[in-house]
């Protein structure tokens, strides 16, 4: 039941825009995203719940379908600060379990 | 400390030994999650503890690891007869959350496990 994330890395230089792609094969409760820098702890950014609500404090969109059962991270106007690797993590109902992605490794160049 | 306390930081150790691992949550937290992260992959579920309910260990790879969680607060988690395969780095996180994984998780810094 682990989310399948795309692209697995993107490079992009600062300014440029980019989306990764989170899929569930299971109808989805929730989605949470973290980035995580090299060699430090996850640090999240956003959770989207079933019915469009959204809890998040970066300036980083995302949006959530649960039609589709997928949920796509926006990064817009890249900085040099979003490089890092965004994992999105899936819950369903009746499951405390948070299981995540393989992850996206993202690389803002100047 | 305000945030989720993990240690050892890092642990190295000859295959065949028993290494525990602790993790001290945030006050107040009454959900908390094991993850294990090898070279290099995604976060992979271990195990999770809500308050007093019976800990969901449908990610433990084998009877090797157990875990528990003594008093609500503190957890440890064991690994028996350690193989070169568990090198990886073991985050701990934590919620406030009571609902279905409605709040954000904070990780700790992780324990990096070698195991030659």
């Known amino acids: 039941q682990q989310p399948v994330q795309s692209p697995q890395a993107v490079i992009l230089r600062e300014g440029e825009d980019a989306v990764i792609n989170c899929s569930s094969s299971?109808?989805?409760?929730?989605v949470h995203w973290y980035r995580q820098k090299h060699g430090e702890a996850p640090v999240f950014l956003m959770i989207?719940?079933?019915?469009?609500e959204q809890k998040g404090h970066e300036k980083i969109s995302a949006s959530f379908n649960e039609k589709k059962q997928q949920s796509s991270l926006y990064l817009t106007a890249s900085q040099l600060s979003y490089s890092g690797t965004y994992f999105c993590?899936?819950?369903?109902?009746?499951?405390?379990?948070?299981?995540f992605g393989a992850g996206t490794t993202v690389t803002v160049r100047a | 400390g305000a945030g989720v306390s993990q240690s050892p930081s890092n642990k190295v150790t000859e295959k065949g030994k028993d290494v525990e691992l602790r993790c001290d949550p945030i006050?107040?937290?009454?959900?908390l999650y094991w993850y294990r992260q090898s070279l290099g992959q995604g976060l992979e579920f271990l195990i999770y503890?809500?308050?007093?309910?019976?800990?969901?260990k449908s990610g433990l790879p084998s009877d090797r690891f157990s875990a528990e969680r003594t008093g609500g607060s503190v957890s440890t988690l064991t690994i028996q007869r350690t193989q070169q395969e568990d090198s990886a780095v073991y985050l701990c996180?934590?919620?406030?959350?009571?609902?279905?994984?409605?709040?954000?998780?904070?990780f700790g810094e992780g324990s990096r496990l070698t195991v030659l």
């Open positions: 996180a934590s919620t406030s959350n009571l609902g279905q994984h409605t709040g954000e998780l904070f």
């Open positions: 299971k109808a989805l409760y929730s």
């Open positions: 989207l719940l079933k019915g469009g």
């Open positions: 993590g899936t819950g369903f109902s009746n499951d405390y379990k948070l299981s």
């Open positions: 006050s107040g937290h009454t959900a």
């Open positions: 503890f809500q308050g007093n309910s019976a800990p969901d």
